[in-house]
Protein backbone atom coordinates (compact mmCIF):
# COMPACT_ATOMS: atom_id res chain seq x y z
CA UNK A 1 0.00 0.00 0.00
CA UNK A 2 1.09 3.44 -1.07
CA UNK A 3 2.38 5.49 2.02
CA UNK A 4 0.38 9.41 2.53
CA UNK A 5 1.83 12.65 2.59
CA UNK A 6 -1.04 13.56 4.22
CA UNK A 7 -0.32 14.17 7.94
CA UNK A 8 -3.42 15.98 10.14
CA UNK A 9 -1.21 17.46 12.73
CA UNK A 10 2.26 16.96 12.02
CA UNK A 11 3.39 20.32 12.48
CA UNK A 12 2.13 20.16 16.12
CA UNK A 13 4.25 17.75 17.16
CA UNK A 14 8.00 17.93 18.48
CA UNK A 15 10.89 17.99 15.57
CA UNK A 16 11.69 14.13 17.23
CA UNK A 17 8.38 13.26 16.62
CA UNK A 18 7.99 14.54 13.37
CA UNK A 19 11.57 12.49 12.40
CA UNK A 20 9.92 9.24 13.44
CA UNK A 21 7.35 9.38 11.15
CA UNK A 22 9.32 10.68 8.41
CA UNK A 23 11.87 7.51 9.83
CA UNK A 24 8.59 5.19 9.21
CA UNK A 25 7.70 6.96 5.57
CA UNK A 26 10.96 6.81 4.05
CA UNK A 27 12.43 4.13 5.14
CA UNK A 28 15.78 6.00 6.80
CA UNK A 29 18.18 4.10 8.56
CA UNK A 30 19.90 4.78 11.92
CA UNK A 31 22.64 6.70 9.84
CA UNK A 32 20.31 8.43 8.76
CA UNK A 33 18.83 9.44 12.00
CA UNK A 34 22.14 10.60 12.79
CA UNK A 35 22.81 12.86 10.25
CA UNK A 36 19.46 14.53 10.79
CA UNK A 37 19.88 14.96 14.54
CA UNK A 38 23.52 15.97 14.61
CA UNK A 39 23.19 19.89 14.69
CA UNK A 40 25.63 22.47 15.02
CA UNK A 41 25.00 26.02 16.90
CA UNK A 42 21.52 26.06 15.57
CA UNK A 43 19.66 24.08 17.88
CA UNK A 44 16.36 22.30 16.75
CA UNK A 45 13.76 24.60 19.31
CA UNK A 46 15.27 28.24 17.52
CA UNK A 47 15.25 26.16 14.11
CA UNK A 48 11.99 25.27 14.95
CA UNK A 49 10.67 28.74 15.71
CA UNK A 50 12.39 30.16 12.17
CA UNK A 51 10.23 27.67 9.81
CA UNK A 52 7.23 24.85 9.72
CA UNK A 53 7.53 21.07 10.50
CA UNK A 54 11.29 21.39 11.17
CA UNK A 55 13.22 17.22 11.93
CA UNK A 56 17.06 18.85 11.51
CA UNK A 57 19.06 21.64 10.45
CA UNK A 58 21.55 21.18 7.16
CA UNK A 59 24.92 22.56 7.58
CA UNK A 60 26.92 24.63 5.00
CA UNK A 61 30.52 25.60 5.25
CA UNK A 62 31.39 28.51 6.13
CA UNK A 63 34.71 30.02 5.01
CA UNK A 64 36.05 33.81 5.43
CA UNK A 65 37.50 35.74 1.92
CA UNK A 66 41.01 37.66 2.43
CA UNK A 67 42.77 40.91 1.60
CA UNK A 68 39.55 42.69 1.11
CA UNK A 69 40.04 46.39 1.44
CA UNK A 70 36.75 48.41 1.63
CA UNK A 71 36.70 52.24 2.06
CA UNK A 72 40.32 52.16 3.06
CA UNK A 73 39.42 49.88 6.01
CA UNK A 74 40.74 45.82 5.54
CA UNK A 75 37.78 43.31 6.08
CA UNK A 76 37.52 39.89 6.19
CA UNK A 77 34.43 38.64 4.44
CA UNK A 78 32.38 35.32 5.94
CA UNK A 79 30.87 33.32 3.21
CA UNK A 80 29.11 30.15 3.44
CA UNK A 81 28.65 28.56 0.15
CA UNK A 82 29.05 24.52 -0.64
CA UNK A 83 30.69 24.95 -3.92
CA UNK A 84 34.63 24.53 -4.30
CA UNK A 85 37.07 28.11 -5.56
CA UNK A 86 34.48 30.28 -4.76
CA UNK A 87 36.07 31.73 -1.75
CA UNK A 88 39.27 31.31 -2.88
CA UNK A 89 38.71 33.01 -6.35
CA UNK A 90 37.18 36.09 -4.25
CA UNK A 91 40.43 36.62 -1.94
CA UNK A 92 43.05 35.99 -5.05
CA UNK A 93 41.11 38.75 -6.78
CA UNK A 94 40.82 41.18 -3.34
CA UNK A 95 44.32 40.84 -3.52
CA UNK A 96 45.19 41.48 -7.33
CA UNK A 97 43.43 44.62 -6.31
CA UNK A 98 45.28 46.08 -3.65
CA UNK A 99 47.89 47.49 -5.50
CA UNK A 100 44.75 49.56 -7.07
CA UNK A 101 43.75 50.64 -3.53
CA UNK A 102 41.22 47.96 -2.96
CA UNK A 103 37.44 48.30 -3.41
CA UNK A 104 35.18 51.64 -2.65
CA UNK A 105 31.73 51.44 -2.40
CA UNK A 106 28.89 53.19 -1.62
CA UNK A 107 25.00 52.75 -1.53
CA UNK A 108 21.86 54.71 -1.90
CA UNK A 109 19.83 55.07 1.43
CA UNK A 110 18.08 51.62 2.53
CA UNK A 111 14.54 52.97 0.62
CA UNK A 112 12.67 49.75 -0.72
CA UNK A 113 9.41 49.71 -2.69
CA UNK A 114 5.42 48.83 -1.39
CA UNK A 115 3.19 48.01 -3.94
CA UNK A 116 -0.59 48.22 -3.50
CA UNK A 117 -2.25 47.04 -7.02
CA UNK A 118 -5.35 48.84 -7.75
CA UNK A 119 -8.25 47.36 -10.14
CA UNK A 120 -11.71 48.75 -11.25
CA UNK A 121 -10.80 52.01 -11.29
CA UNK A 122 -13.26 54.04 -12.68
CA UNK A 123 -11.29 56.91 -13.71
CA UNK A 124 -7.12 56.53 -13.39
CA UNK A 125 -6.14 59.62 -14.58
CA UNK A 126 -8.34 61.35 -11.17
CA UNK A 127 -7.77 58.48 -9.36
CA UNK A 128 -3.95 59.40 -9.63
CA UNK A 129 -4.50 62.97 -8.85
CA UNK A 130 -6.82 62.29 -5.77
CA UNK A 131 -3.93 59.75 -3.93
CA UNK A 132 -0.99 62.85 -4.83
CA UNK A 133 -3.09 65.29 -3.44
CA UNK A 134 -3.18 62.97 -0.64
CA UNK A 135 -0.01 62.14 -0.57
CA UNK A 136 1.38 63.74 2.67
CA UNK A 137 -1.72 62.43 4.97
CA UNK A 138 -0.65 58.41 3.30
CA UNK A 139 2.71 58.99 4.52
CA UNK A 140 1.62 60.08 8.06
CA UNK A 141 -0.32 57.31 7.74
CA UNK A 142 2.20 54.61 6.88
CA UNK A 143 4.79 56.20 9.96
CA UNK A 144 2.31 55.46 12.65
CA UNK A 145 2.24 51.71 11.97
CA UNK A 146 6.14 51.24 12.77
CA UNK A 147 7.40 54.76 15.28
CA UNK A 148 10.43 53.07 16.03
CA UNK A 149 11.39 52.85 12.46
CA UNK A 150 10.61 56.61 12.80
CA UNK A 151 12.66 57.10 16.13
CA UNK A 152 15.92 55.88 13.99
CA UNK A 153 15.63 57.75 11.31
CA UNK A 154 13.71 56.31 8.87
CA UNK A 155 10.16 55.63 7.70
CA UNK A 156 7.73 56.72 4.62
CA UNK A 157 8.93 59.55 2.11
CA UNK A 158 7.18 59.40 -0.86
CA UNK A 159 4.14 58.12 -2.45
CA UNK A 160 3.94 57.13 -6.29
CA UNK A 161 1.50 56.12 -8.52
CA UNK A 162 1.95 54.19 -11.72
CA UNK A 163 -0.66 53.16 -14.44
CA UNK A 164 0.16 49.59 -15.90
CA UNK A 165 -1.62 48.43 -19.02
CA UNK A 166 -2.52 44.25 -18.65
CA UNK A 167 -3.87 40.86 -19.89
CA UNK A 168 -6.51 41.78 -17.39
CA UNK A 169 -7.19 45.44 -18.35
CA UNK A 170 -5.76 48.76 -17.12
CA UNK A 171 -4.32 48.52 -13.54
CA UNK A 172 -2.85 51.46 -11.16
CA UNK A 173 0.12 50.54 -8.64
CA UNK A 174 0.58 52.53 -5.61
CA UNK A 175 4.27 52.47 -4.37
CA UNK A 176 5.55 53.66 -0.91
CA UNK A 177 8.84 54.27 -0.38
CA UNK A 178 10.09 53.61 2.96
CA UNK A 179 13.39 54.55 4.38
CA UNK A 180 13.66 50.84 6.66
CA UNK A 181 17.22 51.86 8.16
CA UNK A 182 19.14 48.67 9.02
CA UNK A 183 16.46 46.42 8.26
CA UNK A 184 15.60 44.39 4.98
CA UNK A 185 12.38 46.04 5.08
CA UNK A 186 9.19 43.69 4.19
CA UNK A 187 7.88 43.14 7.56
CA UNK A 188 7.65 47.14 8.28
CA UNK A 189 6.50 48.25 4.59
CA UNK A 190 4.16 45.17 3.99
CA UNK A 191 2.25 46.36 7.65
CA UNK A 192 2.49 50.08 6.27
CA UNK A 193 1.06 49.14 2.83
CA UNK A 194 -2.40 46.64 4.51
CA UNK A 195 -2.91 49.93 7.18
CA UNK A 196 -3.17 52.67 4.37
CA UNK A 197 -5.16 50.26 1.73
CA UNK A 198 -8.70 51.46 2.45
CA UNK A 199 -7.69 55.67 2.10
CA UNK A 200 -6.15 54.08 -0.89
CA UNK A 201 -9.64 52.31 -2.00
CA UNK A 202 -11.38 55.43 -1.45
CA UNK A 203 -9.34 57.58 -3.21
CA UNK A 204 -9.10 55.65 -6.14
CA UNK A 205 -12.59 54.06 -6.47
CA UNK A 206 -10.96 50.41 -7.35
CA UNK A 207 -10.15 48.01 -5.66
CA UNK A 208 -7.02 46.95 -3.90
CA UNK A 209 -5.70 43.70 -4.74
CA UNK A 210 -2.04 42.70 -3.85
CA UNK A 211 -0.54 44.58 -0.98
CA UNK A 212 3.52 43.80 -0.70
CA UNK A 213 6.77 45.24 -1.09
CA UNK A 214 9.09 45.07 -4.19
CA UNK A 215 12.34 43.14 -4.57
CA UNK A 216 13.52 44.99 -7.76
CA UNK A 217 14.92 47.65 -4.64
CA UNK A 218 15.93 50.42 -7.55
CA UNK A 219 16.18 53.23 -4.73
CA UNK A 220 18.47 50.74 -2.81
CA UNK A 221 21.30 50.41 -4.83
CA UNK A 222 24.95 49.41 -4.12
CA UNK A 223 28.01 49.95 -5.93
CA UNK A 224 31.69 49.32 -6.32
CA UNK A 225 34.77 50.06 -7.73
CA UNK A 226 38.08 48.90 -8.13
CA UNK A 227 41.37 48.96 -10.56
CA UNK A 228 43.54 45.97 -11.68
CA UNK A 229 46.87 47.14 -12.12
CA UNK A 230 48.30 46.04 -15.56
CA UNK A 231 51.54 45.47 -14.56
CA UNK A 232 49.95 43.05 -11.48
CA UNK A 233 47.46 41.29 -13.90
CA UNK A 234 49.58 41.57 -17.59
CA UNK A 235 48.26 42.94 -20.07
CA UNK A 236 47.14 39.52 -22.20
CA UNK A 237 44.45 39.00 -19.21
CA UNK A 238 43.52 42.84 -19.38
CA UNK A 239 42.60 42.17 -22.90
CA UNK A 240 41.29 38.74 -21.85
CA UNK A 241 38.50 40.08 -19.25
CA UNK A 242 38.14 42.66 -21.67
CA UNK A 243 36.66 40.00 -24.58
CA UNK A 244 34.49 38.62 -22.28
CA UNK A 245 33.04 41.27 -20.72
CA UNK A 246 32.13 41.90 -24.38
CA UNK A 247 30.77 38.72 -25.17
CA UNK A 248 28.62 38.61 -21.86
CA UNK A 249 27.50 42.21 -22.89
CA UNK A 250 26.22 40.90 -26.53
CA UNK A 251 24.66 37.31 -25.39
CA UNK A 252 22.42 36.50 -22.92
CA UNK A 253 23.31 32.75 -22.56
CA UNK A 254 27.01 33.97 -21.69
CA UNK A 255 25.76 36.92 -19.45
CA UNK A 256 23.15 34.54 -17.32
CA UNK A 257 26.22 32.47 -16.46
CA UNK A 258 27.92 35.75 -16.14
CA UNK A 259 25.79 37.05 -13.84
CA UNK A 260 25.15 33.86 -11.67
CA UNK A 261 29.04 34.12 -11.03
CA UNK A 262 28.60 37.54 -9.41
CA UNK A 263 25.63 36.32 -7.36
CA UNK A 264 28.10 33.48 -6.31
CA UNK A 265 29.69 35.57 -3.93
CA UNK A 266 27.00 38.18 -2.88
CA UNK A 267 24.44 34.90 -2.08
CA UNK A 268 27.41 33.59 0.31
CA UNK A 269 27.95 36.56 2.34
CA UNK A 270 23.76 36.90 2.55
CA UNK A 271 23.81 33.71 3.63
CA UNK A 272 26.29 33.85 6.05
CA UNK A 273 24.65 36.58 7.75
CA UNK A 274 21.04 35.68 7.85
CA UNK A 275 19.64 37.46 5.40
CA UNK A 276 17.24 36.25 2.53
CA UNK A 277 19.43 35.69 -0.62
CA UNK A 278 16.34 34.87 -2.80
CA UNK A 279 15.28 38.44 -2.45
CA UNK A 280 18.56 39.19 -3.45
CA UNK A 281 19.30 37.42 -6.19
CA UNK A 282 15.33 38.38 -7.67
CA UNK A 283 16.46 41.99 -7.09
CA UNK A 284 19.57 41.73 -9.22
CA UNK A 285 18.67 39.61 -12.03
CA UNK A 286 15.47 42.02 -12.08
CA UNK A 287 17.77 44.86 -12.17
CA UNK A 288 20.37 43.52 -14.96
CA UNK A 289 17.00 43.97 -17.35
CA UNK A 290 15.58 47.28 -16.09
CA UNK A 291 14.46 49.11 -18.82
CA UNK A 292 16.87 47.69 -20.73
CA UNK A 293 17.91 44.21 -22.25
CA UNK A 294 19.28 41.39 -20.04
CA UNK A 295 22.79 42.68 -19.22
CA UNK A 296 25.99 42.11 -17.34
CA UNK A 297 25.55 43.40 -13.78
CA UNK A 298 29.51 44.76 -13.54
CA UNK A 299 31.31 47.06 -16.41
CA UNK A 300 35.04 46.72 -17.60
CA UNK A 301 37.27 49.66 -19.02
CA UNK A 302 40.81 50.21 -19.55
CA UNK A 303 42.17 53.79 -18.02
CA UNK A 304 44.57 56.23 -18.93
CA UNK A 305 47.24 54.24 -18.06
CA UNK A 306 46.03 50.89 -19.34
CA UNK A 307 44.75 49.51 -16.00
CA UNK A 308 41.38 47.22 -15.76
CA UNK A 309 38.44 49.17 -13.96
CA UNK A 310 36.02 47.25 -13.12
CA UNK A 311 32.89 48.16 -11.14
CA UNK A 312 29.36 46.94 -9.92
CA UNK A 313 25.86 48.76 -9.43
CA UNK A 314 22.46 46.36 -8.43
CA UNK A 315 20.15 46.62 -5.91
CA UNK A 316 20.87 44.89 -2.66
CA UNK A 317 18.43 44.91 0.34
CA UNK A 318 19.79 43.17 3.22
CA UNK A 319 19.59 44.21 7.22
CA UNK A 320 21.69 43.38 10.13
CA UNK A 321 18.68 43.87 12.67
CA UNK A 322 15.44 41.56 12.73
CA UNK A 323 14.64 37.91 11.44
CA UNK A 324 17.50 35.13 10.95
CA UNK A 325 20.38 37.68 11.05
CA UNK A 326 19.64 38.00 14.59
CA UNK A 327 18.02 34.66 15.20
CA UNK A 328 21.33 32.62 13.96
CA UNK A 329 23.85 32.57 16.15
CA UNK A 330 26.29 32.23 13.55
CA UNK A 331 24.77 34.59 11.76
CA UNK A 332 25.63 36.96 14.31
CA UNK A 333 29.43 36.02 14.58
CA UNK A 334 29.64 36.38 10.20
CA UNK A 335 28.30 40.19 10.93
CA UNK A 336 30.93 40.64 13.88
CA UNK A 337 33.60 39.57 11.56
CA UNK A 338 32.76 41.80 9.09
CA UNK A 339 33.40 44.52 11.51
CA UNK A 340 30.23 46.00 10.20
CA UNK A 341 26.61 47.44 12.20
CA UNK A 342 24.81 48.98 8.99
CA UNK A 343 22.74 47.45 6.42
CA UNK A 344 24.33 49.77 4.23
CA UNK A 345 28.21 48.79 4.96
CA UNK A 346 26.60 45.24 4.58
CA UNK A 347 25.73 45.95 1.16
CA UNK A 348 29.22 47.77 0.24
CA UNK A 349 30.73 44.58 1.31
CA UNK A 350 28.47 42.59 -0.59
CA UNK A 351 28.59 44.96 -3.97
CA UNK A 352 32.79 44.66 -3.49
CA UNK A 353 32.45 40.61 -2.74
CA UNK A 354 30.39 40.30 -6.58
CA UNK A 355 33.21 42.53 -8.29
CA UNK A 356 35.67 40.47 -7.15
CA UNK A 357 34.10 37.03 -7.85
CA UNK A 358 33.19 38.31 -11.04
CA UNK A 359 36.77 39.33 -11.73
CA UNK A 360 37.83 35.86 -10.57
CA UNK A 361 36.12 34.50 -13.00
CA UNK A 362 36.95 36.28 -16.14
CA UNK A 363 40.52 36.20 -15.44
CA UNK A 364 40.07 32.70 -15.27
CA UNK A 365 37.98 32.05 -18.06
CA UNK A 366 40.43 34.48 -20.16
CA UNK A 367 43.67 32.34 -19.02
CA UNK A 368 43.50 28.81 -18.31
CA UNK A 369 40.21 28.23 -18.49
CA UNK A 370 37.76 28.09 -15.39
CA UNK A 371 37.65 24.21 -15.06
CA UNK A 372 41.39 23.82 -14.05
CA UNK A 373 41.12 25.82 -11.05
CA UNK A 374 37.41 24.66 -10.22
CA UNK A 375 38.83 21.41 -10.12
CA UNK A 376 41.74 21.51 -8.56
CA UNK A 377 40.05 23.05 -5.29
CA UNK A 378 37.41 19.65 -6.08
CA UNK A 379 39.28 17.30 -5.79
CA UNK A 380 39.25 16.55 -2.11
CA UNK A 381 35.21 16.23 -2.50
CA UNK A 382 35.61 13.72 -5.32
CA UNK A 383 38.35 11.70 -3.04
CA UNK A 384 35.95 11.80 -0.20
CA UNK A 385 33.38 10.01 -2.71
CA UNK A 386 35.19 7.77 -3.70
CA UNK A 387 35.94 6.39 -0.19
CA UNK A 388 38.92 8.63 0.78
CA UNK A 389 38.82 9.37 4.82
CA UNK A 390 41.76 11.13 6.79
CA UNK A 391 44.71 11.67 5.60
CA UNK A 392 44.10 9.88 2.48
CA UNK A 393 41.81 12.77 0.92
CA UNK A 394 44.59 14.83 0.98
CA UNK A 395 46.84 12.67 -0.54
CA UNK A 396 44.01 11.14 -3.50
CA UNK A 397 43.35 14.95 -4.26
CA UNK A 398 47.01 15.78 -4.65
CA UNK A 399 47.56 12.69 -7.05
CA UNK A 400 44.52 13.43 -9.15
CA UNK A 401 45.78 17.33 -9.34
CA UNK A 402 49.23 15.79 -10.18
CA UNK A 403 48.08 13.59 -13.12
CA UNK A 404 45.34 16.19 -14.38
CA UNK A 405 42.64 13.86 -14.05
CA UNK A 406 40.26 14.71 -11.85
CA UNK A 407 37.28 12.36 -11.66
CA UNK A 408 36.01 9.52 -9.49
CA UNK A 409 37.20 6.81 -11.34
CA UNK A 410 40.86 7.81 -11.06
CA UNK A 411 39.74 8.68 -7.33
CA UNK A 412 38.80 4.92 -6.52
CA UNK A 413 41.88 3.58 -8.45
CA UNK A 414 44.68 5.92 -6.76
CA UNK A 415 42.54 4.79 -3.31
CA UNK A 416 42.96 1.30 -4.14
CA UNK A 417 46.57 1.58 -4.89
CA UNK A 418 47.43 3.28 -1.31
CA UNK A 419 45.37 0.69 0.64
CA UNK A 420 47.07 -2.39 -0.63
Not at 12 to 36: H, M, N, T, W
Not at 197 to 226: D, F, Q, Y
Not at 325 to 348: C, D, F, H, Y
Request: one cysteine or more.
Amino acid sequence: MDKSSELPGFHKLSPGERLDIVRDFADLGEEDLQALKKTGRLDLDTAGRMIENVIGTMEIPLGVATNFRINGRDVLIPMAIEEPSVVAAASNAAKLARPGGGFEASTDEPVMIGQIQLVGVPDTGGASKAILDRKDEIIELCNKQDATLVRFGGGARDVEVRGIETEQGRMLVVHIMVDVRDAMGANAINTMAEKITPLIEELSGGRAKLRIISNLATRRLARARAVWKRDVIGEDTVQGIMEAYAFACADQYRCATHNKGIMNGIDAVTIATGNDFRAVEAGAHSFAAFERPYTSLTRYERDGEGNLVGSIELPIAVGTVGGATRTNPVARVALKILGIKSAQGLAQAMASVGLAQNLAALRALATEGIQIGHMKLHARNIAVTAGATGEAIDRVAARMVEERDISVARAEQILKELSG
